[in-house]
């Protein structure tokens, strides 16, 4: 089993920045690929960016050249680089990954909210 945690969330204004953490219990360099999604009030969960074992990286079109997704092996910590905020970002996130040991087993942490407002 792995636990994931968020942390990061907010509150904050237009344009401002936020860093999202996602701590995992087991070491993330076995992991095949992680990813961060949100879940807006009313809306389906949304893929925001993922990140596989070579790190490339891919983003939802909505968050292109103001999101940057990273991992730290050595931390076993995965990151969201949030910028140019805007409203609409709004939604609780959730990071995910999948591990060699368990490929079709999605494991997911508990959400933080990122709150967008003036």
């Known amino acids: 089993q792995v636990q994931l945690v968020e942390s990061g969330g907010g509150l904050v204004q237009p344009g401002g920045s936020l860093r999202l953490s996602c701590a995992a219990s087991?070491?993330?360099?076995?992991?095949?690929?992680m990813a961060w999604y949100r879940r807006a009030p009313g809306n389906q969960r949304e893929l925001v960016a993922t990140?596989?074992?070579?790190?490339?990286?891919n983003y939802a079109d909505s968050v292109k050249e103001r999101f940057t997704i990273s991992r730290d092996n050595g931390k076993n910590m995965l990151y969201l680089q949030m910028n140019s905020l805007k409203p609409e970002d709004t939604a609780v996130y959730f990071c995910?990954?999948?591990?060699?040991?368990?490929?079709?087993?999605?494991?997911w942490g508990q959400g933080t909210q990122v709150t967008v407002s003036s």
């Open positions: 995910t990954a999948r591990f060699r040991f368990d490929p079709n087993t999605s494991f």
């Open positions: 087991r070491n993330i360099f076995s992991a095949v690929s």
């Open positions: 990140l596989s074992s070579d790190y490339s990286a």
